[in-house]
C-alpha cells in the first residue's frame, strides 16, 4: 500500500548531483531554438542529451511533423543541466517549454506541486496509445498522489546481476537463479583473481544520489532498512541500515574492482568490457551495451536478478519520460507528441530505421512480444521485462515507507542528502573512514529532514 508524504514538499527541487544512472551515456551539448514560448502549430521540449532522445530528435521532422504539422524546438542539455533548467521552468511556471524529460523520482513531486498537466482526459480519448500496454511498474511510478498520471515513460530500467558465464564455468561456479547477497559475495571471492587482474564483482562507489546511492539503497532495502521510518524518523544508524552498508563496503574493498571510490556506472561498465571484472551489479539498460556489435563480451554473459536477502525482489526502477508543464499554451499538441514519442509505433520506427537494439525498451509489454526486438536481446530481454515487473515502487522494503521511491526517497531534499551521505559513505570506501562513522554522519544529516517532516 502506497504511504503518502504528510507534509507539502517546497516547490523547488535541489540541483541534481553528479553521478546519475545514466550520467555514462550523456556527453556533449546542443541547445536548440527554445524561444520564450510555444506558439500555432509549433511545441517547445526540453530533454535530456542521452542517445535515444537525440535519436528521436532526428525522426522526428521526418515522421512526427510531417504527420501531423506540428513542428517541435527541441532544446537538448545534459542531465544535471536540464534538470535545474526543468526545475526552474516548471516552479516558475514560465511555460517556455511545453514538454520536458523528467524521472519517476521528480513526476509525482513535480504533480503535487500543481507543476504538471494531468494526462488522464488525453489517455481516455487516445485508445490508440493503448495505456493499459505501458507496464504496471512504470504506470504507477508516474501517478500522483491524486490517482491520476502525469507522466509517460519514453524508456525505464531496473538492476540485476551481470555475470561472465565463461570464467565461471571455468572456475566451476554456478550462478543461483535467484541469488542471495550471501551467495553473491561468496561467488565473488570465488572469481577473485579467475583471470590475471580479475576481481570478483564491481559495485558503484562514486559519490552521487543516482550513483552510489542507488545500487546501495536497493541492498539496504532486502536488508531490512529505510532511511525514514513510516513517522519519518531518520534511520540511517538502525541495526539493518548500517548491516547492509558494511556489506557493500566491506564487498567492494575485498573483491570489487581497483579504484572503486571514484567508479561510477562508466567505470564498471568498462572494467567488465575490458574483462577485468566477473560480475557486475547495475542498471539493466547496460546490457544493451555490453551485448551491442562489436563488444568483446558480446554472448559472454549471463544475467541474473537483483540479489536479495528480506525481500522478494530488489531491483530499482527508473524511467526517462515525458511531462507537460500545466502552464504550456498547447497543451493537445504536446500530448500529440507525447502519444507519438512513448507509443507503439514510434518503437517499431526506431527498430525499421535505426535498429532493434536501439529500441527505447522497458516501457510496454508489446515490446517484450515483438519477435524482433526478442531475437536482437534474446541474451536479457526476459530478464529486463521481469526485473522490472518485480519493482515494488511504493513498497521496496520490509516496512511502510513515508514516502515512494526504490532506490531513492521521493523527496526534493533527497537529491542534497543522498548526495551529501554517498559523499561519506565512499569515503569509506576509500579507506578514509570507517563505515560505522560514515553512518553516524550520515544519520545526522538525515535527522534534519526529519525534523521538517515528523509530526505533519
Given at each position: 500500500?502506497?504511504?503518502?508524504?504528510?507534509?507539502?514538499?517546497?516547490?523547488?527541487?535541489?540541483?541534481?548531483?553528479?553521478?546519475?544512472?545514466?550520467?555514462?551515456?550523456?556527453?556533449?551539448?546542443?541547445?536548440?531554438?527554445?524561444?520564450?514560448?510555444?506558439?500555432?502549430?509549433?511545441?517547445?521540449?526540453?530533454?535530456?542529451?542521452?542517445?535515444?532522445?537525440?535519436?528521436?530528435?532526428?525522426?522526428?521532422?521526418?515522421?512526427?511533423?510531417?504527420?501531423?504539422?506540428?513542428?517541435?524546438?527541441?532544446?537538448?542539455?545534459?542531465?544535471?543541466?536540464?534538470?535545474?533548467k526543468i526545475s526552474q521552468d516548471f516552479a516558475n511556471q514560465a511555460g517556455q517549454y511545453d514538454v520536458a524529460t523528467?524521472?519517476?523520482?521528480?513526476?509525482?513531486?513535480?504533480?503535487?506541486?500543481?507543476?504538471?498537466?494531468?494526462?488522464?482526459?488525453?489517455?481516455?480519448?487516445?485508445?490508440?496509445?493503448?495505456?493499459?500496454?505501458?507496464?504496471?511498474?512504470?504506470?504507477?511510478?508516474?501517478?500522483?498522489?491524486?490517482?491520476?498520471?502525469?507522466?509517460?515513460?519514453?524508456?525505464?530500467?531496473?538492476?540485476?546481476?551481470?555475470?561472465?558465464?565463461?570464467?565461471?564455468?571455468?572456475?566451476?561456479?554456478?550462478?543461483?537463479?535467484?541469488?542471495?547477497?550471501?551467495?553473491?559475495?561468496?561467488?565473488?571471492?570465488?572469481?577473485?583473481?579467475?583471470?590475471?587482474?580479475?576481481?570478483?564483482?564491481?559495485?558503484?562507489?562514486?559519490?552521487?544520489?543516482?550513483?552510489?546511492?542507488?545500487?546501495?539503497?536497493?541492498?539496504?532495502?532486502?536488508?531490512?532498512?529505510?532511511?525514514?521510518?513510516?513517522?519519518?524518523?531518520?534511520?540511517?544508524?538502525?541495526?539493518?541500515?548500517?548491516?547492509?552498508?558494511?556489506?557493500y563496503v566491506g564487498l567492494v574493498r575485498e573483491h570489487g574492482e581497483s579504484g572503486a571510490a571514484q567508479s561510477g556506472?562508466?567505470?564498471?561498465?568498462?572494467?567488465?568490457?575490458?574483462?577485468?571484472?566477473?560480475?557486475?551489479?547495475?542498471?539493466?539498460?547496460?546490457?544493451?551495451?555490453?551485448?551491442?556489435?562489436?563488444?568483446?563480451?558480446?554472448?559472454?554473459?549471463?544475467?541474473?536478478?537483483?540479489?536479495?536477502?528480506?525481500?522478494?525482489?530488489?531491483?530499482?526502477?527508473?524511467?526517462?519520460?515525458?511531462?507537460?508543464?500545466?502552464?504550456?499554451?498547447?497543451?493537445?499538441?504536446?500530448?500529440?507528441?507525447?502519444?507519438?514519442?512513448?507509443?507503439?509505433?514510434?518503437?517499431?520506427?526506431?527498430?525499421?530505421?535505426?535498429?532493434?537494439?536501439?529500441?527505447?525498451?522497458?516501457?510496454?509489454?508489446?515490446?517484450?512480444?515483438?519477435?524482433?526486438?526478442?531475437?536482437?536481446?534474446?541474451?536479457?530481454?526476459?530478464?529486463?521485462?521481469?526485473?522490472?515487473?518485480?519493482?515494488?515502487?511504493?513498497?521496496?522494503?520490509?516496512?511502510?515507507?513515508?514516502?515512494?521511491?526504490?532506490?531513492?526517497?521521493?523527496?526534493?531534499?533527497?537529491?542534497?542528502?543522498?548526495?551529501?551521505?554517498?559523499?561519506?559513505?565512499?569515503?569509506?570506501?576509500?579507506?578514509?573512514?570507517?563505515?560505522?562513522?560514515?553512518?553516524?554522519?550520515?544519520?545526522?544529516?538525515?535527522?534534519?529532514?526529519?525534523?521538517?517532516?515528523?509530526?505533519?
Open positions: 500500500m502506497r504511504t503518502q508524504s504528510r507534509r507539502r514538499p517546497r516547490a523547488t527541487l535541489a540541483t541534481a548531483a553528479a553521478g546519475t544512472l545514466l550520467a555514462p551515456l550523456l556527453s556533449g551539448c546542443w541547445v536548440g531554438a527554445g524561444g520564450s514560448g510555444s506558439g500555432g502549430d509549433s511545441i517547445n521540449v526540453l530533454m535530456v542529451n542521452n542517445p535515444q532522445m537525440t535519436e528521436l530528435q532526428k525522426l522526428t521532422a521526418a515522421h512526427f511533423t510531417k504527420e501531423t504539422g506540428i513542428k517541435v524546438n527541441f532544446t537538448v542539455l545534459p542531465e544535471n543541466d536540464v534538470r535545474d523528467l524521472s519517476n523520482y521528480e513526476i509525482p513531486i513535480y504533480a503535487r506541486n500543481g507543476w504538471l498537466h494531468d494526462m488522464d482526459t488525453y489517455v481516455a480519448k487516445d485508445p490508440s496509445y493503448d495505456e493499459q500496454d505501458v507496464l504496471e511498474p512504470m504506470r504507477q511510478s508516474l501517478t500522483g498522489d491524486d490517482g491520476k498520471l502525469y507522466g509517460q515513460p519514453f524508456y525505464g530500467e531496473s538492476s540485476f546481476l551481470m555475470y561472465r558465464k565463461d570464467v565461471f564455468a571455468a572456475k566451476g561456479l554456478t550462478m543461483p537463479a535467484h541469488p542471495t547477497w550471501r551467495q553473491v559475495a561468496d561467488l565473488a571471492a570465488k572469481a577473485d583473481g579467475a583471470r590475471p587482474g580479475m576481481r570478483g564483482i564491481c559495485l558503484r562507489g562514486l559519490p552521487g544520489w543516482g550513483e552510489l546511492m542507488a545500487p546501495l539503497t536497493t541492498v539496504v532495502n532486502t536488508f531490512g532498512g529505510t532511511w525514514f521510518d513510516k513517522d519519518w524518523k531518520a534511520r540511517l544508524d538502525s541495526p539493518a541500515f548500517r548491516k547492509a552498508t558494511k556489506f556506472f562508466a567505470e564498471c561498465l568498462n572494467n567488465m568490457t575490458q574483462g577485468k571484472v566477473a560480475m557486475w551489479y547495475d542498471a539493466t539498460s547496460a546490457a544493451g551495451l555490453l551485448e551491442a556489435d562489436g563488444s568483446p563480451v558480446r554472448g559472454k554473459l549471463g544475467y541474473a536478478p537483483a540479489p536479495v536477502e528480506r525481500t522478494p525482489s530488489s531491483g530499482w526502477l527508473y524511467t526517462w519520460a515525458w511531462g507537460i508543464q500545466q502552464a504550456s499554451r498547447n497543451p493537445d499538441k504536446a500530448w500529440k507528441f507525447v502519444s507519438w514519442a512513448s507509443g507503439k509505433g514510434y518503437e517499431q520506427l526506431v527498430g525499421k530505421t535505426s535498429g532493434w537494439s536501439n529500441v527505447p525498451a522497458g516501457k510496454r509489454a508489446s515490446t517484450y512480444a515483438d519477435a524482433d526486438y526478442r531475437a536482437s536481446a534474446a541474451a536479457f530481454q526476459e530478464m529486463t521485462k521481469e526485473a522490472i515487473e518485480g519493482t515494488r515502487p511504493n513498497d521496496p522494503g520490509v516496512q511502510p515507507r513515508p514516502a515512494p521511491g526504490i532506490q531513492f526517497v521521493g523527496i526534493p531534499e533527497f537529491t542534497d542528502l543522498g548526495t551529501k551521505v554517498s559523499q561519506e559513505i565512499s569515503s569509506a570506501i576509500a579507506g578514509r573512514q570507517s563505515t560505522d562513522s560514515a553512518l553516524d554522519k550520515s544519520q545526522q544529516l538525515a535527522e534534519k529532514i526529519s525534523k521538517e517532516y515528523e509530526g505533519r
